[in-house]
């Protein structure tokens, strides 16, 4: 199949796109971000492209998610994080004085109605995201998430994803 050079995004040097998949070069990273990747699909967020393995030259393969998709997805990545660390969404917060200002925060940036829906599991995603990248650091000694897990990261990002997930109910009525 013919490889056509895809340019954009935040790595794109030896990004192509064949058929329905893009291929990546590869890092120790990939298997983090498979795992991201799935870890959000398996939340709800079907905005993020599946992962499909690696190609014969070693390379990251995902499906290719075509369209507007594409575009407008990273910036409600940011936004779920922004959410968590503005709100802020952690262990110990009250739903009813995080909602309201979940809401303004959201309004601020004008996210669609569908993108309003998004937005609940992917703070929980994003969140467990990073609490699972501190707790791997940590379990296989890589830098720098072993050293900030052992500071005591790893149980904020963990409690934090706990109490997002928890409440996603409340997220899911504070946006709509």
């Not at 992962?51 to 070693?58: A, I, S, T, V």
């Not at 959410?83 to 952690?90: A, E, H, N, Q, T």
């Not at 650091?137 to 409690?159: I, K, N, S, V």
């Amino acid at each position: 199949m013919t490889e056509h050079p895809l340019d954009g995004g935040n790595v794109a040097a030896g990004v192509v796109r064949v058929g329905d998949t893009v291929r990546k070069p590869a890092g120790f990273w990939t298997p983090a971000v498979d795992a991201l990747l799935t870890h959000v699909r398996r939340a709800g967020f079907t905005g993020a492209p599946r992962p499909l393995g690696r190609d014969d030259q070693g390379r990251q393969v995902l499906e290719y998610v075509p369209g507007p998709m594409a575009m407008d997805q990273p910036q409600l990545w940011d936004l779920a994080y922004a959410m968590k660390g503005f709100v802020p969404l952690v262990s110990g917060g009250d739903p009813v004085a995080d909602a309201p200002r979940l809401r303004v925060l959201a309004d601020g940036y004008g996210p669609s109605a569908r993108q309003r829906a998004e937005l609940p599991p992917l703070i929980g995603a994003h969140t467990r995201g990073m609490a699972d990248l501190l707790d791997n650091g940590a379990r296989t000694g890589t830098q720098p998430w072993a050293r900030l897990h052992a500071e005591g990261h790893g149980e904020h990002w963990t409690t934090a994803a706990d109490y997002i997930e928890r409440n996603l109910p409340a997220w899911r009525r504070a946006l709509k």
